[in-house]
């Protein structure tokens, strides 16, 4: 584990925000049943839209600050200190 | 792709809203200050839903409108309850979802448990199904020994301890949650046991050890020169064998034992009344401290209930209760003063009348012999690190939550 | 410091305050506790008052009490007529059918119900009594569109003010004059400046705590009074009052304690209506240097709540 870089409190707390509604997303998906057709269609859209929206998160935030990355490897934000990380995989 | 450090999640922004589901338990810990335990006293689903329903109905009330929720799971032993829990949260997800409910996007359910029946599949499919948004503590005192001492089996025949039954489930808690952190207490009795205990539960893998004497009036002549050595003895081995590095426990606390100015460092140590308590009944409390089953010699101090929601009248000398105004003035005058702890609770039932405003003192003379251990501590760590060539580590965070 | 000791002399003594009085079998106070009772006002220097039932004293009992300099509280109805001091009427009725005397203090306890009628009765006692302290008796109930119409009722009555003091004439009303002259909190203060000796002996804050629960008492007049947690009942302890200007405020502390569970915490409701009469009386007080000149060194100044708890976050 390498750290490659710092985000901004605002940026941070953007993809907290996105991280904890993906989650809550993926759990309600284990309890909604289709017969309940109006929030069950809402949350498939929903799970769309919040992945894009936190893949497009990573992908903006990469470019701006150029952190270093590996083939083998991922990135990981410690949400207390607002620090970037580079996992390796292997 | 995410870390983080779920021990203290959100801490300071979070409401926190407990619901004592049961206030039955399979142990009668000899510690426990839940003087009126019961088997009768079940929350049943009705009354949940009606209390959910209260508190997301009031998104922007000031007493909900935090950005964060914790919702707590507490007994009595709140596991014996695992299947109306489920259905609490259950509701509690799909609700905030269908509301657009701005918690949905920061909720966490948290348990504290007694272990004992953590390994049974009704728990495990609960946390499976919910892994991302638990935070879930398993009390352990210690060694054997230790455990034993105060954590026995409920009911008559001869007492035994539960030690073994909550050990077993230790690793699998663990491989759950690696941040996993045990909340130790200590009595006049334990003394003896802190340092052997401590280190016991690093070697089960606990990393996190969070620990604090009873604030009840229990202690013995003599108990705070002992706890003092047993303080010092533990950051020998933790210092000499450099356990710093890895673990963690809240005894050492860099800044504390420093005097305390009655207007810059004036707020209350503890978080009653910013909680939110619901009993089987359906009342409200500003902690669970304030309900029957926790008071000795006091009237349970309900502020509503999930009919006519909540008195804030009754809130009010909770929101305004200050650090000095409840205290005595040696305790204004306190050289140590920093870091001290109390429990309004205690506070409360131990008052000479029935007031939030008098601050129980019994744990005095510990917090002062718990101020020197961290001392020698914090000396002996840093003078280590200087003659290593080390920076100092970080100072580490502790949830010291009743 | 303890100042004034009221002594009940019966149990259905009449309420000059919020409490009810809920008569406990109509005991009156055996005259062995009132001869020990003003002796320990004697010794400790306090004034004392008497608080009269409607009924007849037993005899003995008016001798006893002449033994001491006092004021009497009395019931409007009280079957016996003293040259009284103060007078407690219950509602707006009791008080149109009485003749009061220009040294008298009139205690005026009515409902929000009967608020209303107030600048009326204001006007028919002007000069006519010394004072009137009107106790609106349930004022833990007071709602939000109340508030309102308390505020013109308080605007009524200021314009009576104001004119009285353009006659020179200066028949007090508690809910505004007071904080026209106030420099510093000036209240009730029950448990810190004053006690209540109840019949049965003991010593409570007021009559109100003996009657929500009789156990709770602050000793009695053999063991000594013995007031736990006195500090509570003193402004430094009270965290909403002492940062309040609304000094007239009763502050009353058995209110306090029924609303709030707190002897030192004053209710939303009570706050409110403190801060109402203070606002009129802020607008009284500038008529008053602004049209006559009137020099003085109190002060009420704009304040943008009605409620100080709101403001905690600041302190």
Known sequence: MKTVGLVTLEEKNEIQTLFERRNGLNELAKILTPDNEALYQKLVKDMGETGTKFQKWWDSMATKYQWEGSENGHWEINFETCEIFLIDNN | MIKNNDSSWQSNIAKTITFIVTKDCQLACKYCYLVGKNTKERMSWDVAKQAIDYILDNEYDENFNHDSVIFDFIGGEPFLEIELIDQICDYIKSELYRRNHHWFNSYRFSFSTNGINYHEEKVQRFIEKNITHLSIGITIDGTQQKHDLNRIWKGDGPERGSYDDVVRNIPLWLSQFPGGATKVTISSADIPYIKESVLHLYSLGIHEVNINCVFEDVWE?????????????????????????????????????????????????????????????????????????????????????????????????????????????????????????????????????????????????????????????????????????????????????? | MLKYLVIQLADDAVSYCHYENVTKGGQFISTENLKAAIRFGMVENLNIQFVYPKRALPVGYAEIIETIDHTKILPCDASVVYDSHIVVFNGVTEIENYKLSKEQIAILRIGRNEIDELP???????????????????????????????????????????????????????????RLVLKAMNNCNAGDETVTLMPNGKFYPCAGFYYDNAEEDFGDLTRGLQIKNRQLFKLDYAPICRHCDSYHCRRCAWLNRKTTLEVNTPSHEQCVVAHLERNESGRILQYIKDDFEYNTEVNIPQISYLDPFEEHKKW
């Open chain 2, 221 to 402: 002549e003599g108990d705070d020169k002992k706890f003092e050595e047993q303080l010092m003895e533990l950051a020998d081995a933790i210092i000499d064998n450099d356990l710093y590095k890895d673990y963690a426990c809240s005894f050492y606390t860099e800044h504390m034992g420093k005097p305390m100015d009655c207007k810059l460092e004036n707020n209350n140590w503890c978080g009653a009344g910013q909680m939110l308590a619901i009993d089987a009944a359906g009342n409200f409390y500003p902690c669970t401290r304030f309900a029957q089953y926790s008071l000795r010699d006091k009237k349970a101090w309900i502020i509503g209930n999930i009919h006519s929601g909540i008195d804030k009248n009754k809130l009010r000398p909770f929101l305004t209760l200050d650090r000095c105004t409840q205290s005595t003035q040696e305790c204004i005058d306190c050289e140590v003063a920093s870091g001290c702890a109390w429990c309004q609770g205690e506070n409360y039932d131990a008052a000479d009348t029935p007031t939030i405003y008098q601050r129980a003192t019994a744990i005095c003379k510990m917090h002062k012999a718990r101020v020197r251990a961290n001392n020698y501590y914090w000396n002996k760590l840093y003078r280590k690190l200087e003659l290593e060539g080390e920076e100092k580590p970080a100072e580490k965070t502790f949830n010291l939550n009743c």
């Open chain 3, 120 to 178: 009326r009765i204001f006007n028919a006692l002007n000069g006519k009594c010394a004072r009137v302290n009107v106790v609106i008796t349930d004022i833990d109930k007071f709602t939000d569109s109340e508030f309102d119409s308390y505020k013109a009722t308080l605007t009524q009555l200021g314009n009576t003010v104001k004119a009285n003091i353009l006659a020179g004439d200066n028949t007090q009303l508690n809910l505004l004059t007071d």
